[in-house]
């Protein structure tokens, strides 16, 4: 009898620059603390000098470097105050290495201090390469005891204006806005049904593109679906299907 191999993919995201739309360290609910871990890993065969820029919203950019060995990895826990001493700050990260190479990297942002125990959700870096102007989410709830936030994060050099619709899952238009995003940061609405004034649902769609139809500048969209009564949230990163 023949048996016939079917090959299995995985997502490929890696690259260089990685974007991590959003790392931070600021105080929450409660007494508790808001961190954000950063995992690194090298898949190749040479080691890396890793640099990473930290674009501190409403702070200078800071930077830092480290070298991953071959099929290495690193952790750098608490990221903001550890490697780059900010008690309290948010911004976009960027880990880069030298052409033609690439890397990976992700994030966990967690709540410590919190009676009910530690929660969070992690936060995939994307690559450069693999962004788009448009980024499409679905699927979202704010109903069952949940809230739902959106971001969006501008990796470029210079800002883009960006329009955001909200459908619901017939594609009927709840809410739209534009907004100017500066260059190397984001923008996040909280509880977005609140924020918008749009009752909440299930099976919700958000839709996010640049103004330019000539440059490609590409962002990098996200949603977070939280639980009221844990906090505890699952992040989802938004596709560009039509391009």
């Known amino acids: 009898m023949l048996v016939s191999a079917v090959p299995i993919f995985a997502l490929n995201l890696s690259g260089s620059p990685m974007i991590v739309p959003v790392v931070g360290r600021f ?8 961190r ?20 501190q919203s409403g702070g200078p950019l800071r930077e830092h470097t480290l070298t991953i060995n071959p099929f290495g990895s690193v952790t750098l826990p608490d990221i903001v105050l550890n490697t780059f001493g ?35 959700q992690g936060v995939p870096g994307i690559a450069l390469d693999y962004l ?19 971001g969006v994060a501008n990796p470029n050099d210079v ?21 100017r995003v500066a260059a ?31 440059v490609n500048r590409p962002i990098y969209g996200y949603a977070s679906e939280v639980r009221n009564d844990t906090g505890d949230a699952i992040f989802r990163f938004g596709t560009s299907p039509n391009s």
């Open 86 to 120: 900010q008690e309290a700050a948010a911004g976009v990260l960027e880990v880069s290495v030298p052409a033609p190479f690439g890397i990976l990297a992700r994030a966990t942002i967690y709540n410590s201090g919190n009676p009910a125990g530690r929660f969070g």
């Open 159 to 179: 800002a883009v204006d960006v329009a955001i619709t909200v459908h619901d899952s017939a594609n009927a238009i709840l809410h739209s806005r534009e907004v």
């Open 132 to 150: 788009n102007r448009q980024a499409y989410l679905f699927g979202l709830s704010g109903i069952d005891g949940g809230r739902l936030n959106i």
């Open 36 to 55: 954000t871990d950063i995992f690194i890993a090298n898949p190749g065969s040479n080691t890396q000098a890793v640099t990473l820029k930290f674009y």
């Open 184 to 214: 190397h940061s984001y923008v996040q609405y909280n509880d977005i049904f609140t924020a918008f004034g749009i009752t909440p649902r299930a099976g919700v769609q958000v839709q996010m593109n640049t103004f330019d139809p000539v």
């Open 27 to 34: 105080p929450g609910a409660g007494g508790t603390q808001w």
